[in-house]
């Protein structure tokens, strides 16, 4: 299991920038691999300012295509062409997201240094739309005024660390030390059964990250973000503005809280903050009300998926 899994805020603010906060957009780092998760107007400024690696982005996620969450793709997949990216480039979206693009560089004269896979969300159900050896992505249908999915970032790969000297003395082949990481037990042969508690130690429990970037208070995703150990979940008004927030399927940030609190996660972020919202800590005070381990996400810090406390990197 890799020890890095960390989440960079990017943006939080809502349909605007202002002039501390920048729309949607989060990188997020999981050992050797980083993602991007929405893309609104000025992640590319902000990956510099942060002194993160714009061409070590694997895979782009897209939630929906109101413009605050992905007005930064085409100007972003410029640059990684312009600075002659060859690794491919994945990108995860709804149904329109591919001939936007296209057509915009099409429109530009532009041909692109690198090839771009596309993968179509589901808005009617949640799938594991891509899987890799130590991850998988996992999309949730949201309750918002387009077609919008969250998406949930799960740790994969072994289980167990092999108890080397327990193995030789036990005469397992080194072939089957693989299969031991994962669980399985060993047979020497049909009468005999060596049990892999007994030649191996247990790793940590694996990790997951949950982004719930616009929706409206919905219940029917806490199957899906159940335990999740990092919960970020959009929190655009306060209670006092609940018609407000329910007229445009969003969320305040009490009703986010609740929905943390009945999904057991281990730890809420708030985010996507209406620009009304100078001072925040309100928002932060009426999450915790309902969810004590509510915490801001604040623009450029970054903050651990851990199994303990939140905790915020430098």
Not at 153 to 175: F, M, T, W, Y
Not at 287 to 301: M, R, T, V
Request: proline share 5%; aromatic share 10%; charged share 25%.
């Amino acid at each position: 299991m890799y020890s890095r899994f960390d989440v960079t805020i990017l943006g939080n603010s809502s349909a605007t920038p202002t002039k501390d906060r920048d729309p949607s957009s989060q990188y997020v780092r999981l050992g050797p691999h980083s993602i991007l998760l929405d893309c609104g107007e000025g992640t590319q400024s902000r990956i510099h300012e942060f002194g993160l690696k714009l061409q070590k982005i694997s895979v782009i996620c897209i939630s929906h295509l109101h413009g605050d969450h992905f007005f930064g793709l085409p100007g972003l997949i410029t640059t990684m062409s312009l600075y002659r990216r060859i690794d491919p480039l994945l990108i995860i979206g709804p149904e329109g997201l591919r001939d936007i693009l296209m057509s915009l560089i099409a429109a530009g004269d532009s041909e692109l240094s690198f090839n771009i896979d596309f993968l179509t969300t589901q808005t009617n159900q949640s799938e594991v739309i891509f899987k890799h050896q130590d991850f998988q992505i996992q999309t949730v249908p949201l309750n918002h005024r387009i077609p919008c999915t969250g998406f949930i970032i799960k740790e994969l790969g072994p289980i167990r660390r092999v108890n080397v000297d327990a193995c030789q003395e036990r005469n397992i082949p080194i072939s089957f030390y693989e299969s031991l990481k994962f669980g399985y037990d060993y047979f020497p042969n049909n009468e005999l059964r060596i049990p892999n508690s007994e030649v191996t130690w247990p790793l940590p429990e694996k990790r997951f990250y949950a982004y719930i970037s616009d929706t409206k208070y919905d219940e029917d995703i806490i199957p899906l973000i159940s335990g999740a150990d990092l919960l970020y979940h959009e929190a655009t008004f306060m209670s006092d503005r609940q018609d407000r927030a329910t007229d445009t399927f969003h969320s305040t940030a009490k009703q986010a809280a609740i929905i943390a609190k009945k999904a057991n996660v281990g730890q809420l972020l708030l985010g996507h903050y209406s620009a009304r919202y100078s001072d925040l800590t309100p928002l932060l005070e009426e999450a915790k009300c309902e969810f004590f381990d509510s915490e801001l996400s604040l623009q450029g810090e970054t903050y651990s998926v851990a199994k303990d406390e939140l905790k915020i990197t430098k």
